[in-house]
């Protein structure tokens, strides 16, 4: 598959978000929408009532990242909101397979996250389950944060799993991925890159979404141009 660049509305200007994902919709494949609760995480950012409203306003499917202590209660919600890929934290769902399962009976792609301390080896036999495995490469709560080279061998190792599972997961990593951290992502198997500072910290948000998947697809060794979609 050719590297998906999911720009993180985290780092945009959260009074100006139409205006913010308008910059990107013609060349992103997805915008991502950190979901914060102040329980999971120490930061509290935006829920289902601009998640809803978000959708009437850009064309590009909303990637929903749920970073919330009762993700079996709400991800549905999202779902149902109209986010095209719901993704929950394994360290705080407690029956996630009856939450992913509820998220794809929604009509949205399910997603299963793990923080850097969290190991993959685990969730190998929900990959039926999920249509996307998110490596977090920071711990999740803010954005700007630098990028953990630690996680990388846990990326490869997820990569291997899903290539011994056989379905088609993909593989995302959120947190720190910019210029310089997204080849060495690619090359460990990521092939949808969260990018929240590298895209809308840049002067110009919609050439940083080119270059980093030109960069991604150069480490992966496939063409670097096109929509992404594979
Ligand atoms: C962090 C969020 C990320 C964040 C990434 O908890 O899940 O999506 O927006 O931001 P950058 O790319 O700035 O690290
Ligand atoms: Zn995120």
Known sequence: MNPQISPSILAADFARLADEAAAVAGVADWLHVDV???????NLTIGLPVVASLRKHTPLPLDCHLMIADPDRWAPEYAAAGAR????????????????RMIRAAGARAGLAVNPGTPVEPYADLLPEVDMLLVMTVEPG????PFLDLVLPKVRRAR????RHGGEVWLQVDGGVGDETIGRCAEA???VFVAGTAVFGAQDPAAAVQRRRSVAAAAAGGPGDGSGHG
């Not at 890929?85 to 992913?100: G, M």
Request: aromatic share 6%; glycine share 12%; no cysteine.
């Open 160 to 163: 291997e799993l899903i290539s």
């Open 142 to 145: 803010f954005g700007g944060q």
């Open 189 to 191: 198997g990521a092939d």
């Open 85 to 100: 890929n719901v993704t929950i934290h394994a360290e705080a769902a407690t029956a996630p397979v009856r939450t992913l």
């Open 36 to 42: 914060m609760d102040g329980h999971f995480v120490p």
